[in-house]
């Protein structure tokens, strides 16, 4: 006989059924809130892993085997030389020697220089050899030295060369902070400013028809680095942007404004000179390096054992952090791939975060060079030069 319900009986069931299904509901919001927790506090293990979906590569391994023949270049002196890279040629230089290289390693020139401190810098096929503290720079190729420029009463801070062949240099100055001064290619005089502010880089924009400056400055007891635009033909700065809470390294402009590389932090400024992006290192500040607006940084943290990536695609997008398994020694960017090196292997990205190629090298290189078709790796007195396939 079935059983029977009265009327409190049903109540009290329908009621014992509705709140099993509050019971769950909660149960799955709970879940649901502890999976979503668990996701935002591990998503650097997993984020990068789903950038780029739809756009994913074949990693490409490469063998890491080192050239014969004319490699490796040995180098007398130790580890104070210092290597470019530029039209298809290497350009090294020792204590006394500018030796100039095709990419099989065959010597094409070797020049005698007299410079003490001599800091080189390479754009252009051309070589642009300074004293760092001195009062003279150069500018040659490996067939001719195109002119020399002598400052007999200021000293050289720094000089930098574009790719079309112009030069700018910071010299000490008697009643300023310094003096800026751009020759063209044939080494004639066609700027000169004096600067109030000390500046501490520049990069030349548009066509070498400018470029960007920055300057370290203190504002509230912090140091910070102002960013300012100037055109060789006009009087005055397009702009100043606000200070970027950072000692500012290096500046890389481009189109749409400026990368600002610092000793604890990294930002960009746009084309109207307002900060767009700033990035705080959780780390220590290996390397970082900037092409067209793409840049890359590299940061190791030894107390955590934790060493990272940090690409950034444009002026306005957020770091994209890749983990990296070993240290990082050095980083640079070509043709919108960004290259690191590893104790123990050569990465290369692209800046969705996706691993685009790989090689193992030895671990005591000390940096690396990346052309077309090759990758030449710096030993203390030595360099090598391995295929890489991106």
């Known amino acids: 006989m079935p059983k029977m319900y009265d009327a409190d ?6 009621n014992r059924k509705r709140r099993r299904k509050r019971l769950k ?7 649901a809130a502890a999976v979503g927790t668990g996701l935002y506090f591990t998503r650097d293990k997993w984020y990068n892993k789903l950038r780029g979906i739809g756009e994913q590569y074949r990693t490409i391994v490469n063998s890491g085997k080192l050239a014969e023949g004319n490699f490796p270049i040995e180098i007398s002196g130790g580890a104070d030389y210092q290597l470019g890279f530029t039209d298809s040629k290497m350009i090294l230089i020792s204590d006394t020697y500018t030796y100039y290289y095709d990419t099989d390693g065959a010597l094409l020139k070797k020049r005698q220089h007299t410079y003490n401190n ?19 720079l150069s500018v ?13 009463k200021r000293l050289i801070l720094f000089a930098r060369i574009s790719e079309q062949g112009y030069t700018a240099v910071v010299t000490t100055s008697d009643n300023y902070s310094c003096e800026l001064e751009v020759y063209d290619k044939r080494g004639k005089f066609i700027y000169g400013r004096e600067c109030i502010e000390m500046v501490s880089d520049l990069s030349f924009i548009n066509g070498s028809k400018g470029c960007v400056l920055s300057y370290i400055s203190a504002e509230n007891g912090q140091l910070v680095t102002n960013v300012q635009e100037i055109s060789f033909s006009k009087k005055g700065e397009h702009w100043t942007s606000p200070g970027l809470n950072m000692l500012g390294l290096d500046i890389y402009g481009f189109d749409n404004g400026a990368f600002v590389f610092g000793a604890d932090a990294c930002g960009y400024v746009d084309s109207n000179g307002q900060i767009s992006s700033y990035y ?5 500040c290996v390397a970082g390096a900037s092409e067209e607006g793409k840049s890359a940084v590299i940061v190791n943290n030894e107390d955590r054992r934790k060493y990272t990536l940090a690409l950034f695609s ?9 983990d990296l398994e070993e240290p990082s020694i050095d980083v640079t960017i070509y043709d919108d791939l960004a290259y690191v090196m590893c104790q123990g292997k050569i990465l290369a990205y692209d800046f969705n975060g996706g691993l685009r190629s790989i090689a193992d090298v030895n671990d005591s290189y000390t940096g690396f060079v990346r052309s077309d078709d090759h990758i030449f790796l710096k030993g203390y ?8 396939e991106s």
């Not at 444009?314 to 890749?322: F, M, P, T, V």
């Not at 007195?381 to 890489?388: G, Q, T, V």
């Open 9 to 14: 009986d049903i109540v009290d069931l329908k």
């Open 381 to 388: 007195n030595k360099i090598d030069r391995i295929d890489y």
């Open 25 to 31: 509901r909660f149960i799955l919001i709970l879940l």
């Open 118 to 136: 001599t800091v080189l810098r390479t754009s252009g096929g051309r070589a642009l050899l300074y004293e760092n503290g001195g009062n003279e």
């Open 314 to 322: 444009s002026g306005k997008a957020e770091a994209r952090i890749i």
């Open 280 to 284: 705080s290192y959780d780390g220590d």
């Open 140 to 152: 040659e190729d490996e067939d001719e030295v195109f002119y020399t420029k002598s400052f007999s």
